[in-house]
């Protein structure tokens, strides 16, 4: 990575925008949910086919990301937007600089640097999770939700899914994926320890037992499984090692 790249100053402006497309957007970012075009529409005054024009322009310039409601009643699923990371990204190279230089450093001065990244991030985790209180239990349903709430704070516009009883979290964002691209095992590990650690604060029965970066070029995918089952695969690990 060259160092003109990590101290320039920040770029004051993302791609030109009109007016319309705009307004389109701080909808968007204003919105604490993803929104319809009918909703947008709506918010902006516009008619909702030129929402609908730019929010798929949004889209295409990745501002902005296109998803299906999840439903349970008959009917034709609407698309939904959300505003992206991207559309908001100014100020955020000194804090690149910052990553870079401690991961760069954890990488090359720690003799397992993953596993380092890994109780930090852990620690971390734990820190920015609510603690339930005594005597109150976290079932599996409400850790994914809080889990799912904290990835969204952090800006890794997650989706929680479950497939042939697999239980996993698509992560559609990465807030450090310029590092990441340099130093994956550093901050992938950190990642995945940030997870465990807000599961293991809520003393939840289900943990983030894998998390498989970049499977798509915007898409990484964390696998949940019950606790007690990750901590078996882990001796095994241990004792086959």
């Known amino acids: 990575m060259e160092r003109e790249e990590l101290t320039r100053p ?3 402006a993302g791609p030109v925008l009109g007016d319309s497309r705009a307004q389109v957007l701080a909808a968007l970012q204003g919105s604490p ?3 319809s075009v009918t909703e947008i529409a709506d918010e902006v005054g516009l008619h909702p086919n030129t929402a609908r024009f730019h929010l798929d322009g949004l889209v295409e310039q990745g501002l902005a990301r296109r998803e299906t409601e999840q439903r349970d009643v ?3 699923p609407r698309a939904l ?9 100014a100020g955020r190279r ?3 600089l910052l990553a870079e230089i401690l991961t760069s450093y954890l990488a090359s001065h720690t003799l397992a640097p993953s596993d380092a990244a890994l109780h930090a991030g852990e620690a971390w985790g734990r820190f920015l999770t609510d603690r339930p209180a005594p005597f109150r239990t976290v079932d599996d349903s409400a850790a994914t939700r809080q889990l799912v709430d904290v990835l969204d704070e ?3 516009a997650p989706e ?7 239980r996993q979290i698509l992560l559609h964002q990465c807030p450090f994926r310029e590092v990441a691209e340099e130093h994956r095992d550093v901050v992938c590990a950190v990642h995945l320890g940030l997870m465990r650690g807000v599961l293991a604060e809520l003393d939840a029965p289900v943990d983030a037992a894998r998390l498989d970066p970049f499977v798509e070029a915007n898409l990484c995918v964390t696998t949940l499984a019950d606790r007690a ?5 882990a001796d095994d690990e241990s004792d086959s090692g």
């Not at 937007?81 to 990204?89: M, N, V």
């Not at 929680?160 to 697999?166: A, K, Y």
């Open 81 to 89: 937007y959300r505003a992206t990371a991207d559309s908001a990204r």
């Open 33 to 35: 949910e993803p929104a």
């Open 154 to 156: 952090i800006g890794f």
């Open 10 to 12: 920040d770029p004051q």
């Open 229 to 233: 089952a990750r901590t078996v695969s």
């Open 94 to 96: 000194s804090y690149r």
């Open 74 to 76: 008959p009917g034709r």
């Open 160 to 166: 929680p899914v479950e497939q042939d009883s697999r």
